[in-house]
C-alpha cells in the first residue's frame, strides 16, 4: 500500500480539474475564507459610465484649497453660482434663478437631506458638520430626483464625512486671520475590534464684510460652535450600524432689520437683528447584505433648526391701526397709494388728493387719518419676533439587487415629516408629510452600451404627487472614455412659506402703548396662495467623460439644454406677495471640467462654465453668470513644503464681477510619531466690486489667514 | 527504533527493485493527509510514471536523516519544513505550499543545503509585470509591510527597477489603524498586496478593500482569493501549475536545483466588475497570463 505510485485514474482526473476548476478546494488555493467585499451591490459606476455630470472635490483639493466654508469650495464646481446675502449667508445656485433665495438644489451630509423645510434654503454657515472632517464633496449637476428626491431640481450637492475607521487620533488645529477669524477644531478618533468613532468639536468665528455701500459699518459677523459624534459598528459579517450625533449653536449678526415707513426721522430701536442659531441632527443607519448581490439598507434621521430672532423696532403708532390693518388686507395697493398720499402731504400738501377707491377703502383711509391727526404718527418701539423652529424626521430604506453581472436595480421608498413652527410666519405650526417611490436600473448591454433610467413617484401631502422619469444612455468607447446622453425631469414643491406662508408681526412690549395696547399687529402682512402647483424642470444633456491615464488627464464635457416651467420666482417679501407658478426660464449652455496629474508632485484643476438663459422674471435674470469657472494649481515640492493657487472668476453676479486668486502655502514637520502643518493663505480680490449686493464690501482687496495643526 | 529499521529495509527494498529504471522515489510528505493531498499525489505519480511517487504522512516517515540521499523529498506546508529542518541531514528536499514570510521567521536569511523552497505567493516580478499590464500609467507601486514582512521590499524593489516601477513602502504595524493606509494610497499609483497574513486576513479585508476603492486605488494580489473579495487581479498557480513546475525541477539532478524559487508556471485571475469600477480595461485571464508571461526569462 505504501508503495502503490498510481492512483485511480479518474481520481487523478478529478484532480487535475479541481486545479483548474475550484479554486478554494485546489491543494495550492489560498486556505483564507474571504467575504466578497467589493460586490457588484458596493461598486459604483467608473465615471464615463455616469447617468450625469458629476464634479467630485477630494479631500486634497478640499485642504489645498485652504477654504474655511462650504460655499467657497463650491467655487471649484463647474456652473456653480456662489454669492453672499451677508457674510454670514452663502448662497449657492447651480446656474442660477433668483438671488435671494437659493432653493432648488438638494445638500445631502452622509445621506441627510440638511435643507430647512420652512424657507426651503440651506444655511450653509449653520450646517454642523466641520469643513475638517469632510472627506469628498460629490456634486451632481443636474436634476435628479430619482435618487435624491424633490428639490434635486437643478443638482446634488452630496457631502460625506471621513469615515470613523480614517479618523484614528488626535488633530488639533486653529486658524487666526484679518477680518476677526478665529476658528478652531479638534477631533479624535479611536476604534475597537468591531468599530469606531470619531467625536469633533469645531468653532468658528470672523466679522463677515466690513461696509455696506454707503461706508457704514456692516453688521454681519457670525460665531459658532459644532459637536459631531461619528460612530460605525459592524455588528456581524453581513450587518453593520452608522450613526451621528451633531449640533451647532451660534449667533449670526444682521443688520437693523426694519425702516420705518411713515417717518424717516424715527430711531432705530436696537443695534441690531441677529440671528441665534441652533442645529440639532441624529441619524442612523443600518446596512444589510443579504449576498454579495443583494444589500439593503435603512436610514433614520431626526433633525430640529432653531432660529431665534427677536429685536427691538421702532414706527409710527399708525403702523399697528387695526383700520389700517384692514385696508391692507382689502387692498394693499390702495394701502400703497395712500402712502403715497401722506407723504405728498407732508411734501405739497396743496396738491394731496386721498386717492379714490371703494366706499369701504375711503372709510379706512379716513379712520387712519383721524388717527394720525390724533398724534398716532409718534414713534413706539416694540419687539419684532421673526423666531422659527423647524423639525424633519426622514426614513428611507434602500434596495440594492444586481440581478445579473450587467443588471443592477436600485429601488427604495422614503417617508419624510417636515414642521415649521412661526408666530410671524406661520401664525402657528404647519406641516408636511411625503412619501415617495423609486426605482434605477442600470443595464450594461454589452461592453460598449449602458442604459440607464428610473422614475421616482413621489406624494406630497400639501402639493400633490408627482412622476418623473429620468433616461440615459452611454456610449463607452472604452472602459475610460464614454458618451451620454441624458433626458430628465424633476420637481420642486413649493416650499411652505411659497405656499403656505401666513406672516404678520405681533410686535409686543409696545412702549409707549400703541392705542392703548401693549402688543399689537403691524398694518402689513401676507398670505401664500395655498394652491401653487410644483415646478417643473426639463433638462436634456449631452456629455463626453473620459481618463487618459498616460498623461494623468481626467476631462468632462457636458452641453446642456434645461427648461423650468410654472416657476415661482417671486422672493419672500411680507409685503405685496403674490407668488405664482406663471413665470419660466431656460438654460443653455456648456460645462467642462479638466483634473491633470502632470507629474507626482504637480496637479492642475480647471473648470469652465458658458451659461446663456432666458428667464420671463427680471428677478430670475440676475444671478446667472455667462462666464465662470476656476483654475488650480497644486504642488508638491518636497521637504514637506506644498502650495496651491486658485484661481475663481465670474463675469457678473447680480450685476457685480468677481475674480479672486488664492495662495495657499503649507509647510508639514514630522516631530515623532506627531506631524504638524503650518499653513497661510492669502486671498487676493482682483476686482473692486461688491460680492453680490452692494453692501457687502471689503476694506481691503486681501484677506490673510494662517492655520497650525497637529495630528498625532 | 524497530519500525525505522523495517522501513529503511523496505525502502532499501523497493529501491533495488526498481534499478534497471532511471526512476527516482519521490516521496511526498505532510502533516496533514487529506483528499486533496492524496489526489495531488496521484496527479504528480500520473505525471512522472517513470518515478516512483508516494505519499506519506509525516508522522510515518523516517528522519529525514535516515532517508536515502539519492530519494527526492517534496514537502507541503510549514510543519513538513519544521520537520525536515530538525535533522541536519536529509536527502535534496523541494518544499512547497511556504510562504517567504513563514520562511524567514524559521530560517533568517539562511539557506540550508539540500533545501529548496518553493514559494507559496505569487512572485513579485509577476505580480509587477501584471500591474504594468493592466495600469500601464501607474509608475508608484504601494506596498504594505510590517516587522515580518518588510525584508520583503528588497526583491520588490529588485523586481521593479528594470520594469521602471518605484516601490513606495509603507509600515502598516497596526491593522486597526488606517492612516498608514490612507497615506500610502494618496502617494501611490495601486496597491500591491504581499503575502503576509498578519496584513492581509479575512479581518482586514473589508477594510483594505473598501479604503483603497474609496481613493480609486486599485490592489494587485496578495492572491487568487483576494481576487474574489475585491482585489483588481493577481497571478496565483493552482495545482496543474505546480505539477508543470515540479515536473521541471525533477527532471533536473538535485544539484542544479535553487536553494528557492517560484513555481514557473502560473495563471492569472481578474475580477471583472472591480475593472468596470475602475475603468479598467480587463482582458480574459488566459491573454492576460500569456501577456504577463511574455516579460519573464525563459
Avoid at chain 1, 489645498?64 to 469650495?73: K, M, Q, T, V
Avoid at chain 1, 438644489?105 to 454657515?125: E, H, N
Avoid at chain 2, 493527509?33 to 518515478?51: K, T, V, W
Avoid at chain 2, 508522522?59 to 529525514?64: K, N, V
Wanted: hydrophobic share 40%; proline share 5%.
Amino acid at each position: 500500500m505504501i508503495f502503490s505510485t498510481r492512483a485511480p485514474l479518474p481520481l487523478a482526473l478529478l484532480a487535475l480539474l479541481a486545479g483548474g476548476e475550484a479554486l478554494g478546494d485546489d491543494l495550492f488555493g489560498n486556505d483564507q475564507a474571504l467575504p466578497e467585499v467589493l460586490t457588484a451591490t458596493r461598486l459604483k459606476q467608473a465615471p464615463a459610465a455616469v447617468p450625469g455630470s458629476i464634479t467630485v472635490l477630494d479631500s486634497a483639493l478640499i485642504e489645498a484649497s485652504g477654504a474655511r466654508d462650504i460655499a467657497e469650495l463650491l467655487r471649484l464646481v463647474p456652473g456653480m453660482m456662489v454669492g453672499y446675502r451677508n457674510g454670514n449667508q452663502a448662497t449657492a445656485n447651480y446656474h442660477g434663478t433668483n438671488v435671494s433665495e437659493a432653493r432648488r438644489l438638494q445638500v445631502l451630509i452622509d445621506g441627510r437631506s440638511v435643507y430647512r423645510p420652512g424657507l426651503a434654503t440651506v444655511d450653509w454657515s449653520d450646517i454642523p458638520v466641520a469643513i475638517e472632517d469632510i472627506e469628498r464633496i460629490e456634486v451632481f449637476r443636474g436634476p435628479n430626483t430619482v435618487s435624491y428626491g424633490a428639490n434635486a431640481l437643478m443638482g446634488v450637492i452630496n457631502i460625506l464625512t471621513r469615515t470613523p475607521a480614517d479618523s484614528r487620533g488626535t488633530r488639533l488645529k486653529t486658524t487666526q486671520g484679518q477680518r476677526g477669524i478665529h476658528d478652531w477644531y479638534a477631533s479624535h478618533g479611536t476604534g475597537w475590534a468591531e468599530g469606531a468613532l470619531r467625536l469633533s468639536l469645531s468653532g468658528q468665528q470672523d466679522d463677515g464684510f466690513d461696509h455696506d455701500q454707503f461706508a457704514r459699518d456692516y453688521r454681519d459677523s457670525r460665531r459658532l460652535n459644532r459637536f459631531n459624534l461619528a460612530v460605525s459598528q459592524q455588528l456581524d459579517s453581513r450587518h453593520s450600524l452608522d450613526w451621528q450625533l451633531a449640533a451647532k449653536e451660534g449667533s449670526n449678526q444682521r443688520p437693523y432689520g426694519y425702516a420705518s415707513l411713515f417717518d424717516e426721522a424715527i430711531a432705530d430701536g436696537d443695534d441690531g437683528s441677529d440671528v441665534s442659531a441652533r442645529d440639532y441632527a441624529g441619524s442612523l443607519r443600518w446596512s444589510l447584505d443579504l449576498s454579495p448581490a443583494h444589500s439593503l439598507y435603512l436610514q433614520g434621521s431626526a433633525q430640529h433648526w432653531e432660529r431665534k430672532q427677536v429685536w427691538r423696532a421702532c414706527e409710527a403708532e399708525v403702523a399697528f391701526s387695526p383700520e389700517l390693518g384692514q385696508l391692507w388686507d382689502l387692498n394693499p395697493f390702495y394701502v400703497v397709494r395712500f402712502g403715497d398720499y401722506l407723504n405728498q402731504l407732508k411734501s405739497d400738501p396743496a396738491n394731496a388728493v386721498l386717492p379714490p377707491g371703494s366706499a369701504q377703502e375711503q372709510a379706512l383711509a379716513g379712520a387712519v387719518l383721524a388717527q394720525l391727526a390724533g398724534g398716532a404718527s409718534r414713534a413706539v418701539c416694540g419687539d419684532v419676533n421673526q423666531s422659527m423652529r423647524e423639525t424633519r424626521y426622514d426614513l428611507e430604506l434602500q434596495d440594492t439587487l444586481s440581478l445579473s453581472d450587467d443588471l443592477r436595480l436600485l429601488s427604495g421608498l422614503g417617508y419624510r415629516y417636515d414642521r415649521a413652527d412661526s408666530e410671524t410666519y406661520f401664525n402657528g405650526a404647519l406641516s408636511n408629510q411625503i412619501w415617495r417611490l423609486f426605482g434605477h436600473l442600470e443595464w450594461q448591454l454589452d461592453e460598449h452600451w449602458l442604459l440607464q433610467g428610473g422614475a421616482m413617484l413621489e406624494n406630497d401631502q400639501l402639493s400633490g404627487s408627482s412622476l418623473t422619469p429620468r433616461l440615459a444612455v452611454n456610449y463607452l468607447i472604452t472602459p475610460r472614455h464614454g458618451l451620454r446622453a441624458v433626458y430628465s425631469e424633476a420637481v420642486r414643491s413649493p416650499d411652505m412659506y411659497e405656499n403656505n406662508v401666513d406672516w404678520r408681526y405681533r410686535v409686543r412690549n409696545l412702549q409707549p402703548l400703541a392705542f392703548g395696547q401693549g402688543s399689537a399687529t403691524y398694518f402689513a402682512r401676507s398670505r401664500g396662495p395655498g394652491n401653487l402647483d410644483q415646478e417643473i424642470m426639463r433638462s436634456r444633456e449631452l456629455g463626453y467623460n473620459g481618463a487618459f491615464a498616460d498623461a494623468g488627464i481626467g476631462v468632462d464635457i457636458k452641453l446642456f439644454y434645461d427648461e423650468i416651467h410654472s416657476m415661482i420666482s417671486e422672493p419672500l417679501r411680507n409685503d405685496r406677495f403674490f407668488p405664482s407658478n406663471a413665470n419660466s426660464m431656460r438654460f443653455s449652455g456648456v460645462e467642462t471640467q479638466l483634473d491633470w496629474q502632470l507629474s507626482p508632485a504637480d496637479r492642475l484643476r480647471l473648470s469652465y462654465a458658458y451659461v446663456d438663459f432666458a428667464a420671463s422674471s427680471h428677478l430670475d435674470r440676475r444671478l446667472t453668470a455667462r462666464h465662470s469657472g476656476s483654475a488650480g494649481w497644486l504642488r508638491d515640492w518636497g521637504q514637506g513644503w506644498s502650495s496651491a493657487l486658485f484661481y475663481y472668476g465670474a463675469d457678473q453676479l447680480n450685476g457685480y464681477r468677481f475674480e479672486r486668486l488664492d495662495l495657499r502655502l503649507a509647510k508639514r514637520i514630522a516631530i515623532g510619531n506627531a506631524a504638524l502643518e503650518l499653513a497661510g493663505v492669502l486671498q487676493q480680490r482682483l476686482d473692486d466690486q461688491p460680492l453680490t449686493w452692494p453692501e457687502n464690501n471689503y476694506d481691503e482687496r486681501h484677506l490673510l489667514y494662517f492655520s497650525a495643526e497637529l495630528e498625532f | 527504533m524497530p519500525g525505522h529499521w523495517i522501513r529503511h529495509w523496505l525502502l532499501l527494498c523497493c529501491l533495488l527493485g526498481s534499478l534497471p529504471l532511471p526512476a527516482a522515489d519521490i516521496i511526498l510528505g505532510s502533516a496533514e493527509d487529506s483528499p486533496a493531498i492524496r489526489a495531488f499525489s496521484a496527479a504528480l505519480a500520473q505525471r512522472r510514471p517513470q518515478d516512483r511517487v508516494q505519499f506519506q504522512p509525516l508522522g510515518q516517515l523516517p528522519s529525514p536523516a535516515d532517508i536515502p540521499a539519492d530519494t527526492r523529498l517534496i514537502l507541503l506546508g510549514p510543519q513538513a519544513l519544521d520537520w525536515r529542518l530538525g535533522a541536519a541531514q536529509g536527502p535534496p528536499t523541494l518544499v512547497l505550499r511556504v510562504s517567504q514570510v513563514h520562511a524567514r521567521k524559521r530560517l533568517g536569511a539562511s539557506r540550508p543545503a539540500d533545501l529548496t523552497l518553493l514559494w507559496s505567493e505569487p512572485a513579485p516580478a509577476r505580480q509587477l509585470r501584471l500591474a504594468r499590464v493592466l495600469l500601464p500609467q501607474a509608475r508608484r507601486i504601494g506596498v504594505l509591510y510590517d516587522g515580518h514582512s518588510e525584508f520583503l521590499l528588497d526583491e520588490l524593489r529588485q523586481a521593479a527597477a528594470p520594469l521602471g516601477l518605484e516601490i513606495v513602502g509603507q509600515a502598516w504595524p497596526d491593522s486597526r489603524d488606517n492612516r498608514p493606509v490612507l497615506a500610502l494610497l494618496r502617494r501611490s499609483d495601486l496597491l500591491l498586496g504581499v503575502d503576509d497574513a498578519d496584513l492581509y486576513n479575512p479581518r482586514t479585508a473589508k477594510n483594505l478593500l473598501l479604503t483603497s476603492y474609496a481613493q480609486q486605488r486599485a490592489l494587485i494580489g496578495p492572491g487568487a482569493a483576494f481576487v474574489r473579495a475585491g482585489s483588481l487581479a493577481s497571478s496565483y498557480s493552482d495545482q496543474a501549475d505546480w505539477l508543470a513546475s515540479l515536473d521541471q525541477l525533477l527532471d533536473q539532478p538535485p544539484a542544479h536545483w535553487p536553494s528557492s524559487a517560484y513555481p514557473t508556471h502560473f495563471k492569472v485571475l481578474g475580477n471583472r466588475q472591480v475593472a468596470r469600477a475602475l475603468a479598467i480595461e480587463l482582458v480574459d485571464d488566459a491573454s492576460l497570463a500569456r501577456q504577463v508571461a511574455e516579460g519573464e526569462t525563459p
